[in-house]
T-cell receptor, first 112, second 113 residues
Framework: GAGVSQSPRYKVAKRGQDVALRCDPI?????LFWYQQALGQGPEFLTY????????KSGLPSDRFFAERPEGSVSTLKIQRTQQEDSAVYLC??????????FGPGTRLTVL | GENVEQHPSTLSVQEGDSAVIKCTYS??????FPWYKQELGKGPQLIID?????GEKKDQRIAVTLNKTAKHFSLHITETQPEDSAVYFC????????????FGGGTRLMVKP
């Protein structure tokens, strides 16, 4: 079946621009997570949704980062006024409600 | 919060040999330990996981062991093949809905034919 999909796969932004990254979870999955993966490192948690409710946003690095999942399916991670340190791969994962998380291919963001 | 350390950072083995990757964690509340394989340009792929009610789990050439007292767990790959070459990540979390995973720093495994 279809896995987690993310778009765009690659995004280049000029410093100061706003970007929006999309995640389509596996159909029916209740839980959705966003992680940030810097080059050569493991993924780091950003935020978690259960259906449309954002239950944990403790990992968001600044108030420039905002995530939403208005209908409990597709999610968007928005980064305002991008900075060079925002350059990373942004991974989305979904879960049917237990502990197992299935990851998408990620969006590689490069801020110039 | 949870802290996960992973060793080694790189591992080179000859095809057919075994590979072992070790991780330690700090939070005794963690009870779910997945392992992910990440190939270049792709997202992490779950290859095996273990929960703290068992000490060992096997799936063909892959096995994971867990020592909850010592707070460490390991991935064992036997009869390695070139297609096993990738970056492997261990992670720790809690076995309930919505709990985030804390990842180790990764191990780059290279299997030489």
């Amino acid at each position: 079946g279809a896995g987690v999909s993310q778009s765009p796969r690659y995004k280049v932004a000029k410093r100061g621009q706003d970007v929006a990254l999309r995640c389509d979870p596996i159909s029916g999955h209740v839980s959705l997570f966003w992680y940030q993966q810097a080059l050569g490192q493991g993924p780091e948690f950003l935020t978690y949704f259960q259906n449309e409710a954002q239950l944990d946003k403790s990992g968001l690095p600044s108030d420039r980062f905002f995530a939403e999942r208005p209908e409990g399916s597709v999610s968007t991670l928005k980064i305002q006024r991008t900075q060079q340190e925002d350059s990373a791969v942004y991974l989305c994962a979904s879960s049917p409600g237990g502990d197992t998380q299935y990851f998408g291919p990620g969006t590689r963001l490069t801020v110039l | 919060g949870e802290n996960v350390e992973q060793h080694p950072s790189t591992l080179s083995v000859q095809e057919g040999d075994s590979a072992v990757i070790k991780c330690t964690y700090s939070d005794s509340a963690s009870n779910y330990f997945p392992w992910y394989k990440q190939e270049l340009g792709k997202g992490p792929q779950l290859i095996i996981d273990i929960r703290s009610n068992v000490g060992e789990k096997k799936d063909q050439r892959i096995a994971v062991t867990l020592n909850k007292t010592a707070k460490h767990f390991s991935l064992h790959i036997t009869e390695t093949q070139p297609e096993d070459s990738a970056v492997y990540f261990c992670a720790a979390g809690q076995s309930n809905a919505g709990n985030m995973l804390t990842f180790g720093g990764g191990t780059r495994l290279m299997v030489k034919p």
